[in-house]
């Protein structure tokens, strides 16, 4: 399981115009290389009337899946560079599929590689980046004694509280980075005198918003 990757935050789109052609780039998270194929299909029959729908995509933890499509256009001018793009901004789980209406004035192969490169960019600065993180949910549960002192202690550490439960005792749930759990316990059983008791929950991942 992955720690922490980057990747988009969701779907999007984003338009350019070079040289009075449209150049759309559609962009979207996907976990499967069935799930691209059928946005990339689906982008082909909302733009079928397009000159183009090239796409790309990169998915897997050590990017074993990756595919461009220049559909239609000079080989390697559109599909090869969007995929560059994905690689350099280290994104992800992500496919892009780049609509092209042709606006009357040829841009050459240097032209083509420049377009969709520049749509496939600009179009994941518009839509988002987010890194993952994988977090292990810590429960604590103290005496209401306590409730004070880790609290302040909590909000001024490195963890983010998730949820306090106010029960019999206090029940308290913090996100910690995967695989630093037992430093977490360190710490809170020696700010508590070891009056704390704490179980680990679930692991979950965080979204957190990259800035370009």
Same mark, same amino acid.
């Given at each position: ?7 988009? %935050? ?5 338009? $350019? ?9 559609? $962009? %979207? ?9 059928? !946005? ?46 994905? %690689?350099?901004?280290? #994104?992800?789980?992500?496919? #892009?599929?780049?609509?092209?209406? !042709? ?23 518009? @839509? ?8 292990? @949910? ?7 004694? *306590? ?28 996100? @910690?980075? !995967?695989?630093?759990?037992?430093? !977490?316990?360190? *710490? ?25």
């Amino acid at each position: 399981m992955r720690t922490n990757y980057k990747t988009v %935050k969701g779907f999007g789109e984003h338009e $350019i115009v070079i040289q009075k052609s449209r150049f759309i780039a559609h $962009i %979207k998270r996907v976990e499967s290389e069935q799930e691209a194929q059928e !946005f990339i299909q689906q982008i082909k029959k909302q733009h079928y009337n397009a000159t183009h729908n090239c796409s790309a995509y990169l998915i897997g933890e050590h990017d074993q899946i990756q595919k461009a499509n220049d559909d239609g256009e000079p080989s390697g001018t559109a599909g090869v560079p969007m995929l560059e793009v994905l %690689k350099k901004r280290n #994104v992800k789980d992500s496919v #892009v599929v780049v609509t092209r209406y !042709f606006g009357g004035i040829k841009l050459g192969a240097g032209g083509l590689i420049r377009a969709y490169g520049k749509a496939t960019s600009e179009g994941l600065t518009a @839509v988002g980046l987010v890194e993952r993180k994988l977090m292990r @949910v810590m429960h604590t549960t103290i005496d209401y004694t *306590w409730l004070g002192k880790v609290e302040n202690e909590l909000r001024s550490s490195i963890y983010q509280v998730k949820d306090i439960h106010y029960l019999e005792k206090v029940e308290i749930e913090t996100y @910690v980075e !995967f695989s630093k759990e037992n430093a !977490f316990c360190d *710490w809170l059983t020696e700010c508590t005198n070891g009056q704390a008791d704490i179980r680990e929950g679930d692991t979950v991942y965080l979204e957190i918003d990259v800035e370009e």
